[in-house]
């Protein structure tokens, strides 16, 4: 939670929000069942019963793992040309959902200043699966699971004479980030270096999606975009016209926010165990290029 493909960041949220029914438009998967199985990444996944057997019975009952997971966030989690709720961070609730003998039932939004907000308030059990840094703040009101390791990176134009390769290069620029996202915090203590070096802050610009972030910077208004770089190294292959700079800054865990009062952190922790045991989740990440910060075993509310 570090980490996003054109989008601005707000301090307590490093990627998640608010249960308001404003999110920005929702879009529904349908979801996935696992009565049967379901193929993720070309792997076959199927019911464990003794994980299963984990699920507190309101849940199983309801038969559904409900996310709130990021509308443009490649390739941790987006809606593709198809209207469907796909990326890496997707697929592992997918395969944990099998695993656990649940429908996969995620809804995706563009305000992910309002996830975090929808976990801690029951709207949702789970989100938003990738882009969730862990914060000190964020424990306080979910748990998250730690599932990958990512930095944040920053980009600008193709064609700028800027070159960023510490936090203090970014002094004085305008800098673009997604709004409820770990990097404004990041951003503020880059503040505080900039000034104490006696040098200008940068200007931290809040955007609510991705793409208007991308913009901006296209545009002239923003100098350059602080997003996770898994995010960014997406981004750059898929559009033209910008460049990764050299700044690999605070590498950090992200992960899985999952409400406190759910039952749910335990068993999901012991399915995305499961799937690094049997491989399944280095092949879903392999899927998606993501070849960097993998974990050999989840970890519940880490805190360094």
Known sequence: MSLATA????????ACGSGSDSDGGN??????????????AGVTITKDDDLAAM????????GELTAIVYDNAPADTFVDEDGKITGWGPEFGEAVSALLGLKWAPEASGAFDTFIPSIQ???YITGPWASLTVLPERLKVVDIVAVHENSTGVMTNEDSDLTISTPEDLCGLNVAALAGS????????????????????PTVKAYPQQAAAQLAVKNGRADAFATAKGQLAWLLRETKGFKLQPLDYQPALEGIGVSKTSGMTEPIAAAMDKLMEDGTYETILKKW???FGLLDKSQINPTS
């Open 182 to 201: 770990s990097f404004i915090s990041q951003l503020e203590e880059v503040s505080t270096t900039c000034t104490d070096a006696g040098k200008k802050a």
């Open 289 to 291: 290029d993501v070849d």
């Open 121 to 123: 308030n029951g709207r």
């Open 55 to 62: 699920v507190p019975k309101d849940v199983a009952d309801k």
């Open 27 to 40: 879009a529904s998967s349908g979801g996935s069942g696992a009565d049967k199985g379901v193929t993720v």
């Open 7 to 14: 989008a601005v960041m707000t301090a307590v949220l490093g």
